[in-house]
């Protein structure tokens, strides 16, 4: 088995991503999770920009095996921008054959070929098989940063306060 492309997803490929999307919710989440139709709406945003982030589908053989999704983001060290990958993830079946890092590669190089300064990506401190990967790629943590989020009720009872209210 080889990792037989890399490129960004297409229309034609809305259905094969949303599959991707889906077990990977399914790995993370449980494999009762079931919102197909989240899948689909975010394939659909991946593939069309609304959501600011593309979508990369790998293929083993010629069969769908991962996918990244990633952007640019500005201001940064220059005008090229960073690019960030916000997911990686390699189906089950093809695991331990080279796609991760094919894919991390890949976006290295687009990152250089783009002008980019940087290539960042967030992983979790509770997921120790990711960890482990990155950190034989040879890439620097970055501990100085820390990550924040609103999310559920919070993120709603921020979002309706005024300025005055902060």
């Given amino acids: 088995m080889r990792v037989s492309d890399i490129r960004f997803a297409e229309a034609k490929d809305e259905d094969v991503l949303a599959e991707l999307l889906l077990s990977a919710n399914q790995h993370y989440w449980g494999a009762s ?5 989240m899948t689909k709406a ?4 991946l593939i069309d920009g609304r959501s600011g ?5 790998a293929r083993v053989d010629g069969q769908p095996a991962a996918f990244a999704t990633l952007t640019i983001l500005h201001p ?5 921008g960073t690019l960030f990958m916000k997911d990686l993830f390699v189906v089950k079946a093809a695991r331990g054959l080279g796609v991760g890092h094919q894919i ?9 070929d783009l002008g980019c ?3 960042d990506w967030t992983a979790e401190r509770d ?3 990711a960890l482990e990967f990155y950190d034989a790629l040879g890439a620097d943590r970055v501990d100085e940063k820390v990550y924040f989020r609103f999310s559920g009720d919070e993120l709603s009872k921020f979002a309706k306060m005024r300025r005055s209210d902060l």
């Fill in 127 to 129: 997921n120790p098989k």
């Fill in 104 to 112: 991390m590669l890949h976006l290295a190089k687009m990152a250089h």
């Fill in 53 to 57: 982030c593309r979508a990369l589908i």
């Fill in 76 to 80: 940064a060290l220059n005008e090229h």
């Fill in 42 to 45: 975010a394939a659909s945003a």
């Fill in 33 to 37: 999770y079931g919102a197909e139709d």
């Fill in 117 to 119: 300064q940087r290539f």
